[in-house]
């Protein structure tokens, strides 16, 4: 089941229609439920009721509700696409719900721009908490994966901290350039005639939809301005720097910012470069969440996660697909919290 069937929903409920679900789509807008049904996003409409999946696409200030509302009618499982994570981990806390958020979108609006492939490559965020139930975790995580997404875990509270740096602040940024453009483009008719590839690149995310953007920054509001300070300083020291003639300095600025860029990571390794880590584990709640929340601050990619039950007692075994490179580290910091891993190269 998708509860809100705009651009993110309608991309879900494709993408799950591709993985071979039937999906019942529901939404307020009876219009925009039947263009779901007709874009091929959803199988049909529908009530809230009970199902396998539900998976809450509405504007993150309606979120909670949402999510509490499918659970209620009886969702064996639950997750969200919402930008904003903290509000929502923090006020509900049944089992059955996994906490998400899509690192990807479209400047376009509505079901128009739903695709099946939107999440293919992109980066997404689950954030258990102490209470989520690890079958309804891997549920969640088997399914996005399908999507072709890299998961990530980590705490809500660094969700939201991190995403402000790399969503949220550069989409109000865009949107301030575009602004300054545009003002003076009405003196200067040539001037946006002359915007070049990088002008282009830098404000495409301005034309998103600015309606979800004011409930987005009111409930990240403390970790979006923290930023943004961050981002008038250094925009004031680098006025400095270019005030002053100071080319050296200058010069180490874009460095710096060139090779972070660079740095970024792209690609998901070979095979022959990854490795396979066997974690026993007790069969009580919470620990697939507590070894993907370790693997991400260590920064350290799970590229595929399996849990195995015991039949003769209360254990079982995690199986996860990690970097040779990073699989060493990864052991010894679980070594140090009590587990014992193996690790087997897949070469």
Not at 112 to 140: H, I, Q, R, Y
Not at 158 to 185: E, F, I, W
Not at 209 to 218: K, L
Not at 254 to 274: F, G, I, K
Request: glycine content about 10%; aromatic content about 4%; proline content about 5%.
């Amino acid at each position: 089941m998708v509860i809100g069937v705009g651009l993110i929903g309608g991309s879900v409920g494709m993408a799950l229609r591709q993985a071979g679900w039937h999906v019942v789509g529901v939404d307020v807008d009876a219009d925009r439920l039947a263009a779901a049904v007709e874009a091929g996003a959803i199988d049909a409409a529908g009530v809230l009721g009970e199902c396998d999946l539900a998976v809450v696409a509405t504007p993150v200030n309606a979120v909670a509700g949402a999510v509490r509302a499918a659970l209620d009618a009886g969702a064996a499982v639950v997750t969200d696409v919402g930008s904003v994570k903290s509000p929502v981990a923090g006020e509900i806390d049944d089992p059955r719900f996994v906490p998400g958020h899509p690192m990807a979108g479209s400047e376009q609006d509505g079901i128009s721009g739903a695709s099946a492939d939107m999440f293919s490559g992109a980066t997404w965020v689950l954030c258990p908490n102490g209470v989520t139930d690890d079958a309804a975790f891997a549920e969640v995580r088997e399914v996005v994966a399908s999507f072709g997404a890299q998961v990530i875990v980590m705490p809500a509270e660094r969700h939201d901290t991190l995403v402000a740096v790399v969503s949220h602040v550069p989409h109000l940024t865009a949107a301030t350039l575009m602004k300054l453009a545009g003002g003076r483009a009405e003196e200067h008719r040539s001037l946006l005639r002359l915007a070049a590839g990088g002008f282009r690149d830098m404000t495409r995310i301005a034309a998103g939809h600015p309606a979800i953007w004011p409930d987005i920054c009111a409930q990240n509001q403390e970790a979006i301005t923290d930023v943004l300070d961050e981002l008038i300083a250094e925009l004031t020291r680098l006025r400095g720097v270019v005030a002053d003639g100071a080319g050296d300095d200058l010069l180490h600025h874009l460095d710096e910012a060139r090779r972070a860029r660079r740095n970024l990571p792209t690609t998901v390794p070979v095979a022959e470069a990854m490795s396979e880590m066997r974690i026993p584990v007790l069969d009580r709640r919470g620990e697939l969440a507590a070894i993907a929340t370790l693997a991400a601050d260590l920064d350290v990619n799970i590229y595929d996660l399996e849990i195995a039950h015991s039949a003769e007692g209360p254990r079982g075994v995690v199986v996860v697909l990690v970097e040779s490179v990073r699989a060493e580290r990864f052991q010894d910091e679980l070594m140090a919290r009590g587990y014992r891993p193996s690790i087997r190269p897949l070469a």
